[in-house]
């Protein structure tokens, strides 16, 4: 029997590698969670997932700079460089002993992200639970992003809690504060 000639797909460029695999199967399944169980399950859900994921962060930058508590701007600068790990393009616009205030361009999820704002949970659990776990507590506010169609993400974090109330702020606090 003669072999049928040979497509060479190995040659094509197609958009199609490790990376792209995963961020679409973390998409879809968002997608999917959105779908049956709605957006403020599904965030609730990437939430318990984003836990353990900072986790791991916090106790990576721990273990690489042998400390167990930032300072606000060294808080900032952890938080710039996890998400410039990740592909995404923050920057540090003002810290202050109140509060941080980030910037990003980029977001690690790329476009995919555009019509998904429950994936920012994904990034407001990260900072909080990295913040409040050096600092005791976090507040964080996500007033504009890419997911929601915004060119930019800003990100506001409390450092402490405002006297005023927090209403707009989703709150974390350390486990061992």
Avoid: W
């Amino acid at each position: 029997m003669d072999k049928p000639p040979s497509l060479y797909l190995e040659k094509l460029e197609l958009p199609m590698d490790q990376k792209a695999f995963y961020l679409q199967t973390l998409i879809e399944l968002n997608g999917v969670l959105e779908g049956l169980i709605g957006e403020s399950e599904s965030g609730a859900f990437l939430n318990h997932v984003a836990q353990k994921i900072a986790n791991l962060f916090l106790s990576l930058y721990q273990d690489g700079t042998e400390k167990r508590q930032f300072t606000p701007h060294q808080l900032a600068e952890v938080l710039v460089d996890l998400k410039r790990r990740v592909g995404g393009q923050f920057s540090i616009v003002d810290v202050s002993k109140s509060r941080i205030l980030l910037c990003n361009t980029r977001c690690p999820f790329g476009d995919l992200v555009i019509g998904r704002p429950s994936m920012c949970q994904m990034t407001s659990t990260v900072f909080g639970k990295i913040v409040a776990d050096s600092n005791g507590y976090a507040g964080v506010s996500i007033d504009k992003s890419i997911a929601a169609g915004d060119n930019h993400c800003v990100i506001e974090i409390l450092l402490e809690p405002e006297s005023g109330g927090t209403s707009s702020y989703r709150e974390y606090f350390s486990d061992s504060h």
